[in-house]
């Protein structure tokens, strides 16, 4: 009778998650995206590592035998976000799309929620083991998270401040919650018996940017220059929402001069001058000096097409042959 009330006890000790004096904790490293350029058209992706601890102190016999815990770990949808997703970054009334995930597969059925977080069902669940006859202590394993802004209108719709580098960002304090519950050999609480929260930071640095490229502009034959001769080209620019900008264009590759561009033979040493302009016969387009101007706009986080002017007017006529020059247009931002 004796030996049989002993394994009893034992069994007893093993089946008991409720009664531990255990306890667990959670904490988490923040996610940092970094830099990132709304205008980039590519996703931005980032990494924090979690940790769930137990103090583990043998104050029965189950435990004693093999010290064991599991936990359920659920996240909200932190500040600057509203009633549903995606989770949101904050810079002021600004905001910038992002999610949290459990793994790198960025699927939305592994967007990390769990209760009350509609659309995001997918929690931490694990099981932290101290081993056989494992003495007290503190034990730990840590787990990965993943985060991901993607690319797409909404990305390229955030803007900077004052043309300067922005920090969006959104706190969990407190936001972080989970469940557990610590055992010997049998688990009959699942991970509902305690409860605990934590809490970490998501940051991006949105930057200012801009990209422009261009097209040829290519004049009309001629044998005389009696008349004048009218091209376009076409100038792209794209940048970040709300930021001023401005073009320049240089003096071109023969003369070097903003005021008095001009093309040259490609075989010979003749010249022909031309006007570059925004406008069809306005001012000359150039750096701002000798008379010159430049282009000034604000960025919509599209591409935005701007038109050059070109004009070869009235001039003695050179002789027969191509004509080429170089320009060189730079966006200040």
Known sequence: M???LLWLIVLLGCASGAAR?????????????????????????AQATGTFSCVFS??????????????CISLGLGTNSTSALPRKLGNGSNRMEYNVYVDGSYAPAKIWGGAGVTGAPSTFGMILSAGL?????????????????????????????ANANTVYTSSFAG?????????GLVNLFGCTVNSGSFGFT?????????????????????????????????????CVNSNAYQIALNGGSVAGNVANRQMKNTVTTDKVSYLLSATLDG???GD???????????????????????????????SPGDYKDTVTATIYF
Do not use: E, H
């Not at 667990?24 to 992706?45: A, E, K, L, R």
């Not at 043998?58 to 093999?66: A, C, E, F, P, V």
């Not at 936001?175 to 055992?183: A, M, P, Q």
């Open 21 to 45: 004096a255990d306890t667990c904790s959670v904490s988490m490293t923040n996610i940092d995206f970094g830099n990132i350029s709304p205008i980039s058209g590519t996703d931005y992706v």
């Open 2 to 4: 004796r030996r049989l």
């Open 58 to 71: 043998s104050l029965n016999l189950g435990q004693l035998l093999t010290p064991n815990a599991q936990v």
């Open 133 to 161: 006859l494992a003495p007290p202590g503190t034990y730990s394993m840590n787990f990965t998270v993943y985060a991901k802004i993607p690319a797409g209108a909404a990305l390229a719709a955030v803007p900077t401040v």
């Open 175 to 183: 936001l972080g919650t989970y469940t557990y519950t610590t055992y």
């Open 283 to 285: 001012a000359p387009w």
């Open 288 to 318: 701002g000096t000798a008379g010159t101007s430049m282009v000034t706009g604000t960025g919509t986080g599209s591409s935005v097409p701007v038109t050059v002017y070109g004009l070869v007017p009235a001039q003695s006529a050179p």
């Open 202 to 238: 998501v940051n991006a640095t949105a930057i200012n940017d801009c990209t422009i490229t261009a097209t040829p502009m290519a004049f009309a034959n001629a044998s005389i220059l009696t008349g004048n001769l009218r091209s376009t080209s076409t100038l792209s620019v794209r």
